[in-house]
Every structure is written in C-alpha cells, then in structure tokens.
C-alpha cells in the first residue's frame, strides 16, 4: 500500500511562489506517472501537472508556465514549484497517480491572498 504524504503548502500573496512535496512511502512510485490535483471548495478535484516515468510533463491551460513538477525517484518524492500565484490558484493540492488512484493523502492547503 502506497501513503502519500503532501507538504508545503501555505498562505502567500499573489504573485508569489511556493513549492509542494509529495512523499510516497510504503512501495516505490518511480515506475507510475505522477500528478499533482487540486481541489477548490465547491468545485471537483482537477489533475493540474503530470510527470511520467522518463520525465515528460504536461500541464493544465490555467497553471501553464507558472508551475513545474518534478520527481526524485531515488526519494521517492513529487514536487510542485507554484510561481506567480493567483487567488484562483487557492484550492487543497493533492498527488496521485492517474487512475487507478492510490489512497489520497490529507492534501495540502493552498491559500492566495492579499
């Protein structure tokens, strides 16, 4: 059984810039594209980024060019490098595998504001 653990997330203004982790524990994810979603109140979970195995990304029209994901195989980790934050960006951020998902993780909290 896979846990994902997400960390980093925050309050920041917009403009600004932060990095999430995902940490995968329990078996290696290195041999899964991995996606980072997200999840704003009143609206359904959306993937924004996707890493494949060989490190191909691919990314959502709305966070084109203001993020980028990475991976650490030999960490077992995910990250999000959010750049140019926008209030709509504010939402729970969350990483999994495309479907089928492992079991979600907590997520963590991203809030942009003045």
């Known amino acids: 059984q896979v846990q994902l653990v997400e960390s980093g997330g925050g309050l920041v203004q917009p403009g600004g810039s932060l990095r999430l982790s995902c940490a995968a524990s329990?078996?290696?994810?290195?041999?899964?594209?991995m996606g980072w979603y997200r999840q704003a109140p009143g609206k359904q979970r959306e993937l924004v980024a996707i890493i494949g195995t060989s490190g191909t990304t691919n990314y959502a029209d709305s966070v084109k060019g203001r993020f980028t994901i990475s991976r650490d195989n030999a960490k077992n980790l995910v990250y999000l490098q959010m750049n140019s934050l926008k209030p709509e960006d504010t939402a729970v951020y969350f990483c999994?595998?495309?479907?089928?998902?492992?079991?979600w993780g907590q997520g963590t909290q991203v809030t942009v504001s003045s």
């Open positions: 999994n595998r495309p479907a089928p998902w492992y079991a």
């Open positions: 329990g078996s290696s994810v290195s041999g899964n594209a």
